[in-house]
């Protein structure tokens, strides 16, 4: 059984989640499987998949896990927690098969408040049963004289990073074995993602929203305005909690030409998940000045497919004008010398209500060919957003 806890899972899930339930109870969402590598499945792994879509099901928060949920994140009520130790994964909301091409289709759809959970913990089945079917074993020995070097440069650097390798992790076990080391060995390593591992072994969960806030917004109100309502919103139900920007679900220069003063001031910082991050940097830092703010006030979060060594560039650029640290995932959880799935999970569609039709999410981004969603509305939104069409 791969997922057996529903804490096996990132913060900003919860954090979204509940998000939903304060202004969007109504809203209904698809999330859809998307593997960049288009890689071929076998009727094997299509069954070992559906069982553990089956297992999800079983799955339930303890009443130990609420408590500690309850006590270790102020910026979610109890009533929150006690409403998902009610909640259970069904797989009847799963649609899950294999193309023509043996290429998996894997769509899930429920109010947002709910299918949003499902993202990260079918991420991880596919990667864990992946690995499974191609039949690697992690040398645990190599994997951690790679995780020692790692820590050493964050340790002789003071160079602050948090895990966050829950979706496209080797395994549970490697995970664990990960963090467990973080925890014992680095010192400026400020938490994990995920909320099991934070709890076991005593760090702080991080995490504050994802592209699927702004996509969803993009989708309702406009793409001119979805990053500004989508901030908006965050501050009507986090009160200045949470106060980490997402900046490139419709490129960074749409964010910032809407980054307003006072959201600027309020938020503590920006992530930065795509893109060349010494030209973003520059950017923001420009964009902080303009609005009267000292940037060296705030932060920038990366969290670009990094591994230690750009990081380390980076924070050295950083040093004497802004503030930054690093959320690292795959480079943490899935660096055993195999190629790591490259899947993702994205909002597809969503309406308001059941009344309303559904709208296609979109999501841009500032790296060329990553783009989500069809070709006609990718283009509708680069046209409103006035911004060019790639030559793809």
């Given amino acids: 059984m791969v997922i057996k806890t529903i804490l096996d899972t990132d913060l900003y ?48 928060l303890t009443s130990e896990e609420l408590e500690y949920m309850a006590s270790h994140c102020r910026f979610l009520p109890r009533v929150y927690w006690e409403w998902l130790s009610s909640f259970r994964f069904d797989p009847d909301k799963i649609e899950v098969g294999l193309d023509e091409h043996r290429h998996l289709q894997m769509r899930v759809t429920d109010y947002l408040y709910k299918v949003t959970l499902y993202e990260v913990p079918l991420l991880a089945i596919v990667s864990e049963i992946r690995n499974q079917f191609l039949n690697r074993i992690p040398d645990k020995e190599t994997l951690l004289l790679r995780l020692a070097d790692k820590v050493k440069l964050s340790n002789d650097h003071q160079m602050p990073f948090s895990e966050f390798g829950t979706r496209r992790r080797f395994s549970f076990d490697v995970q664990k074995l990960v963090v467990a080391y973080l925890k014992e060995n680095a010192r400026y390593c400020t938490g994990t993602s995920n909320c099991y591992l934070a709890m076991k072994y005593d760090m702080r969960p991080m995490g504050t929203h994802p592209h699927e806030w702004f996509m969803f917004h993009g989708a309702q109100f406009g793409y001119k305005h979805a990053n500004y309502m989508a901030l908006e919103n965050w501050v009507n139900v986090y009160d200045g909690d949470l106060g980490t920007a997402l900046s490139d679900t419709y490129t960074s220069d749409s964010f910032l030409s809407n980054f307003s003063r006072k959201q600027a001031k309020l938020f503590d910082g920006v992530r930065c998940d795509s893109g060349d991050e010494i030209e973003f940097i520059d950017r923001l830092i420009d964009r902080y000045k303009e609005l009267g703010i000292d940037p060296t006030t705030k ?94």
């Fill in 13 to 60: 899930k919860f954090t979204t989640s509940y998000a939903y339930i304060k202004l969007f109870p109504y809203a209904m969402g698809t999330f859809t499987f998307i593997d960049r590598d288009d890689t071929e499945y076998t009727e094997g792994f299509l069954e070992a998949l559906k069982s553990e879509i089956h297992n999800l099901s079983m799955v339930q």
């Fill in 299 to 392: 932060t920038i979060i990366f969290s670009n497919a990094l591994d230690f060594g750009k990081a380390l560039q980076i924070f050295e650029y950083c040093k004497g004008k802004i503030r930054c640290s690093f959320g690292i995932g795959t480079n943490l959880t899935n660096d055993t010398g195999f190629p790591p799935a490259n899947i993702v999970m994205k909002l597809s569609r969503c309406k308001m209500n059941v009344n309303q039709e559904w709208r296609e999410c979109v999501k841009l981004s500032d790296d060329m060919g990553k783009h989500v969603g069809s070709t006609t509305e990718v283009g509708a939104c680069l046209h409103e957003l006035r911004l060019s069409i790639p030559d793809e």
